[in-house]
């Protein structure tokens, strides 16, 4: 069963623009929310993460948004760069086990 | 300080072949994760430990796959009899504390298995 769904299987932005990556969960137990980047033969790396207590998250150029009631997330990447060209998963948890999407491709443009 | 690490980085395995991978967690590091990941999917969770002791293997697709951490440090993930559907990168994560999701998993490169 797909908890967690990204639905966007690419995105490709221009640099310097915002990058938005979206991601969708079902399961209303999970109570904080991940996001992890992944290059090629690499294993993801931690990007940033938020606990359903709240609605926003920024570090830097990322930006992460909850809404609960729609039981949607997303990723704001602003501004775009081209070293941001990567495979993002959405991740969920609530108990022992984490739930990713499948990922979002992102080519950023020079 | 070093990551976490895993080996093979690529195994190749005649159907029916018995596999181990195995992972080494960064240094102190409580909880450790294994997940299979097949080609364009997301990780999917196997199983969890937290030191020494498996709490969670709800994961584990089949009685083919046994996952142990005997001094809760280095873990192995074997696979018996493997299966086609076996083919897979197989990821491995440490986390500091125990607990889970609340603290952000450190992933190794992972183990690409194919069985042929």
């Known amino acids: 069963d797909q908890q967690v769904k990204q639905n966007s299987p690419s995105l490709s932005v221009q640099e310097g623009r915002i990058s938005i990556l979206n991601c969708d969960y079902t399961?209303?137990?999970?109570?904080?929310f991940l996001w992890y980047k992944k290059y090629p033969a690499e294993g993801p790396t931690f990007l940033i993460s938020?606990?359903?207590?709240?609605d926003k998250n920024e570090d830097g150029r990322f930006t992460v948004f909850l809404n609960k009631s729609a039981k949607h997330l997303s990723l704001h990447i602003v501004p775009s760069q081209p070293g941001d060209s990567a495979v993002y998963f959405c991740a969920a948890t609530g108990n022992n086990d984490m739930r990713f999407g499948a990922g979002t491709r992102l080519t950023v443009k020079p | 300080g070093a990551g976490v690490s895993q080996s093979p980085r690529y195994k190749v395995a005649k159907r029916g072949q018995d596999v181990a991978l195995r992972c080494d967690p960064i240094?102190?590091?409580?909880?450790l994760f294994w997940y299979q990941q097949a080609l364009g999917q997301g990780p999917e969770f196997l199983t969890y430990?937290?030191?020494?002791?498996?709490?969670?293997k709800s994961g584990l697709p089949s009685d083919r796959f046994f996952a142990e951490r005997p001094e809760g440090s280095v873990s192995t993930l074997k696979i018996q009899r493997t299966q086609q559907e076996d083919s897979a990168v197989y990821l491995c994560?440490?986390?500091?504390?125990?607990?889970?999701?609340?603290?952000?998993?450190?992933f190794g490169p992972g183990t690409r298995l194919t069985v042929t």
């Open positions: 240094s102190g590091h409580v909880s």
């Open positions: 938020i606990s359903s207590i709240k």
């Open positions: 994560a440490s986390s500091r504390d125990s607990g889970t999701g609340y603290h952000e998993q450190y």
């Open positions: 430990f937290q030191n020494e002791a498996q709490l969670d």
């Open positions: 399961n209303s137990m999970f109570d904080y």
